[in-house]
Nanobody, 122 residues
């Protein structure tokens, strides 16, 4: 099932900014944890950021550079990426969790988007 659709990816120069969006449909995720993960070529999918329960969490690699937010009225999740680095290059996917599990583990999330490519040039 793919009820989430990401957009906003593209090519950006190092130091620049990009804003990713994740539109949900089929159900409301306003009361659920939502997160961003990314996967670079040849690498495992890794946690980027999450939002839920009035809290936000970030991977150390993106802390102070990325900001996760949500607009519940639009059932949309966002990831503001500032001061991007070449190592940020990856396919970014949004996810929503149904219940239980670690918020840092992809296995905890039941809903996923197809992903959007972000490429940072140096």
């Amino acid at each position: 099932q793919v009820p989430l659709v990401e957009s906003g990816g593209g090519l950006v120069q190092a130091g620049g900014s990009l804003r990713l969006s994740c539109a949900a449909s089929g159900r409301s995720f306003s009361s659920n944890t939502m997160a961003w993960f990314r996967q670079a070529l040849g690498k495992e999918r890794e946690f980027v950021a999450r939002i839920g329960g009035g809290l936000t969490n970030y991977a150390d690699s993106v802390k102070d550079r990325f900001t996760i937010s949500r607009d519940n009225a639009k059932n949309t999740l966002y990831l503001q990426m500032n001061n991007v680095k070449p190592e940020d290059t990856a396919v970014y996917s949004c996810a929503a969790v149904a219940n239980g599990g670690s918020i840092y583990s992809p296995r905890s999330y039941n809903y996923w988007g197809q992903g959007t490519q972000v490429t940072v040039s140096s």
